[in-house]
């Protein structure tokens, strides 16, 4: 068993839905990743959380770690939002566990 | 300006051929890491370096080897490439304050393995 989930796997979604991908992990966290992954593979940081919550233009993301429990949400979606999120957790030191990811495509 | 850079951003060897992807990094950050990507699959690290000091994954295979000749580049050698290897390799860094860092990925090295 994995120890970071995500879901959905895949998400389709029309221009201007509000869209909310989870994260669940199992593990003793320092902190949580957001990342974005494009088509072609780069990787993009979007967030770093260990408590609350942070928002940066269209996208909100917060953490319970009480509740070992993520979310990232994107308002008003976009066609440029399609890409995969992935949600990393850190164990300290400089360990990354991922989540394997969740397709969004957003329909014009 | 890109502050993790990858080269190539392609790379296709023959089966058992050695190849060496490349990575260097503008940011001066203490810690670089290679990870390896297959097809709808997370990114899987193999090793990381936290200055000189290697650490590798204890299900990396021997096949990979890594050398961080100084803080700016990093290179992962694959001695003899299988067609299993074939994957997208990422590289990334992190300035680790208090223990966690911020990681910065490069855009990857698609590697393809005939």
């Known amino acids: 068993k994995n120890e970071v989930e995500q879901s959905p796997q895949n998400l389709t979604a029309q221009e201007g839905e509000f869209i909310t991908i989870n994260c669940s992990y199992s593990v003793g966290i320092s902190a949580l990743h957001w990342l974005q992954q494009h088509p072609g593979g780069g990787i993009v940081s979007l967030f770093m959380l260990s408590s609350g919550k942070k928002k940066h233009g269209r996208l909100i993301a917060t953490i319970n770690i009480q509740e070992k429990h993520s979310s990232l949400h994107i308002t008003a979606s976009h066609p440029r939002d399609s890409a995969v999120y992935i949600c990393a957790v850190i164990r300290g030191g400089n360990q990354f566990y991922f989540g394997t990811g969740t397709s969004l495509t957003v329909i014009p | 300006d890109a502050m993790v850079i990858q080269n190539p951003r392609y790379q296709v060897t023959q089966f058992g051929k050695p190849v060496t992807l490349s990575c260097s990094q503008t940011l001066n950050h203490n810690v670089m890491y290679w990870y390896q990507q297959k097809s709808s699959q997370a990114p899987k690290l193999l090793f990381h370096?936290?200055?000189?000091?290697?650490?590798n994954e204890a299900d990396t295979p021997d096949n990979f080897q890594s050398r961080r000749p100084n803080t700016s580049f990093c290179f992962l050698d694959i001695r003899s490439p299988g067609l299993g290897d074939a994957a997208m390799y990422l590289c990334?860094?992190?300035?680790?304050?208090?223990?966690?860092?911020?990681?910065?990925f490069g855009a990857g090295t698609r590697l393809s393995v005939l």
């Open positions: 990334a860094t992190s300035r680790v304050a208090s223990g966690v860092g911020i990681q910065y």
């Open positions: 370096y936290y200055d000189k000091d290697f650490n």
